[in-house]
C-alpha cells in the first residue's frame, strides 16, 4: 500500500467559484475549515453538515495565505495581493476587516501568526519579509539579505519565541532572530554538494515549510521543520543540530550560510523517490494535528498524490528499512495546490487541488 497511491472517495465540498487555493482548520472547534480561492471568496466549513455555512467575498483577485488568530479562532487573518486583513468570522457573509496591513511592495505568499497572537510574518514575490506587530497596529521589522527571489513560506516556531523559518524559490531556507533582525542560519539547496539528491529535473525551490505545534511529540524531544521542495523531496531538518553545525561557518558572498560551505546536520533526513515519495513537485507539508500530535508528517505535490509519512522512524536508534518511511499514499487526481489536518479521528485531512472543490479523507 505504501508504494503504489491508494484511490480514496473523498467526501467533496463546495462553495468555491475558482481554484481553492489555502485552507486551515480550527483546533478550538474540530471539524470547522476555512479555505480561500482564486476567486477572491473565503469560504466556511462545518463538516458536521453538508452545505457550506458561509461565504466572505474578500477581493476582486486570489486570496493567497489564511491564518487563524492564535487563541481565538473567531479571527481569521488574510492576504490578498499586496494587502492583509483581519476578518471576524462570527458576522459570516457581513464581514468587515477589523484590522488591515500594507506594507508588502509585491504580491504576499504567505502570513503566519506566532503563538502570543501579537506578531505578524508576511512574505513575497520580492523576497521581502514584513514583521508586523499586531498590538500596536504597525510595522516593526523588515528582514532582507537571505532571499534573492520569491519568499514563498514563512513559519513561527512555538519552542523558540523569536524564531522565524522562511522559505524561497531560490532554493534557501533561512533561520531568523526575527527581534533583532538577524539570520542564523541559511541553507542553500542550490548548491548542495550532491546535485543528484532530488528525483527530478525541476530546481530543489523551497514551495512550503511546515513546523509542528510543539517539540513534545510521540514522547521525545523533536526540533524539527519540515521543507517542501521542487525537486520532489520532503527534507525534515533538525534545528538544533543545524543550528550546532554552523558554529564555525565559512561566509559567502551572501552571508548565509549555504548547503555545501557547513556540515548539515547530522539529523537531517530526506524523504524521496526512494521511500516512495513524489516525483514531481512538493506543493505543501504539514504536521499531522489528528491523534497524536505530530506523528505524522503530510505533503502535497504536483504529481497529484498526498503522502503521509512516518517521518520519525529515521530519527529513531532503531533501524528502520526505507520501505517504512511512507505510512500511505493517496491518489487526489489533480495537482495539490494545499492541504490541512483536523485534530478528529474521521475527516481529518482536507485537500486543496486545482479544482474549485475542496477534498476531505479520513487518515
Known amino acids: 500500500m505504501a508504494g503504489e497511491a491508494t484511490s480514496l472517495k473523498p467526501r467533496r465540498l463546495k462553495g468555491h467559484t475558482g481554484a481553492a487555493t489555502c485552507c486551515i482548520s480550527s483546533s478550538d472547534r474540530p471539524g470547522f475549515v476555512v479555505s480561500s480561492g482564486e476567486?477572491?471568496?473565503?469560504?466556511?466549513?462545518?463538516?458536521r453538515s453538508q452545505d457550506v455555512v458561509s461565504t466572505i467575498?474578500?477581493?476582486?483577485?486570489?486570496?493567497?495565505?489564511?491564518?487563524?488568530?492564535?487563541?481565538?479562532?473567531?479571527?481569521?487573518?488574510?492576504?490578498?495581493?499586496?494587502?492583509?486583513?483581519?476578518?471576524?468570522?462570527r458576522m459570516g457573509s457581513q464581514s468587515e476587516p477589523v484590522e488591515a496591513y500594507n506594507y508588502n511592495k509585491d504580491e504576499i505568499n504567505q502570513?503566519?501568526?506566532?503563538?502570543?497572537?501579537?506578531?505578524?510574518a508576511t512574505v513575497d514575490?520580492?523576497?521581502?519579509?514584513?514583521?508586523?506587530?499586531?498590538?500596536?497596529?504597525?510595522?516593526?521589522?523588515?528582514?532582507?539579505?537571505?532571499?534573492?527571489?520569491?519568499?514563498?513560506?514563512?513559519?513561527?516556531?512555538?519552542?523558540?519565541?523569536?524564531?522565524?523559518?522562511?522559505?524561497?524559490?531560490?532554493?534557501?531556507?533561512a533561520l531568523w532572530d526575527f527581534s533583532k533582525a538577524r539570520k542564523l542560519l541559511v541553507i542553500d539547496y542550490g548548491v548542495q554538494e550532491n546535485s543528484n539528491m532530488g528525483q527530478c529535473l525541476n530546481p530543489a525551490f523551497v514551495h512550503s515549510i511546515a513546523v509542528p505545534q510543539t517539540d513534545k511529540i510521540l514522547g521525545a524531544s523533536y526540533k524539527?521543520?519540515?521543507?517542501?521542495?521542487?525537486?520532489?523531496?520532503?527534507?525534515?531538518l533538525d534545528l538544533e543540530s543545524e543550528l550546532r553545525a554552523v558554529t564555525k561557518p565559512r561566509s559567502n558572498k551572501g552571508g548565509g550560510l549555504s548547503g555545501n560551505n557547513h556540515e548539515s546536520g547530522d539529523k537531517r533526513i530526506h524523504l524521496d523517490y526512494s521511500s516512495g515519495g513524489h516525483t514531481a513537485a512538493v506543493s505543501c507539508v504539514s504536521f499531522s494535528t489528528f491523534g497524536e500530535k505530530g506523528k505524522y508528517l503530510i505533503s502535497g505535490g504536483n504529481d497529484s498524490t498526498v503522502k503521509v509519512w512516518n517521518w520519525s522512524n529515521r530519527f529513531s536508534s532503531v533501524q528502520s528499512s526505507l520501505a517504512d518511511d511512507l505510512a500511505f499514499s493517496i491518489d487526489i487526481k489533480k495537482k495539490v495546490n494545499w492541504l490541512c489536518t483536523s485534530p478528529t479521528d474521521s475527516e481529518n485531512l482536507i485537500v486543496c487541488d486545482t479544482s474549485k472543490v475542496l477534498k476531505v479523507y479520513t487518515v
Open 39 to 47: 476567486d477572491g471568496l473565503i469560504c466556511l466549513f462545518d463538516l
Open 57 to 89: 467575498d474578500v477581493a476582486k483577485g486570489p486570496v493567497s495565505s489564511l491564518c487563524f488568530k492564535s487563541g481565538n479562532d473567531d479571527f481569521v487573518y488574510a492576504s490578498a495581493g499586496t494587502e492583509i486583513i483581519c476578518l471576524d468570522i
Open 111 to 120: 502570513i503566519s501568526l506566532n503563538s502570543k497572537a501579537n506578531v505578524l
Open 125 to 173: 514575490d520580492c523576497g521581502d519579509v514584513k514583521i508586523i506587530d499586531t498590538n500596536q497596529k504597525r510595522l516593526c521589522k523588515s528582514l532582507r539579505g537571505a532571499h534573492s527571489s520569491i519568499c514563498s513560506s514563512a513559519q513561527f516556531v512555538p519552542w523558540k519565541p523569536w524564531a522565524l523559518i522562511t522559505g524561497g524559490l531560490d532554493s534557501k531556507v
Open 224 to 236: 524539527i521543520c519540515a521543507v517542501a521542495r521542487g525537486d520532489g523531496v520532503v527534507d525534515v
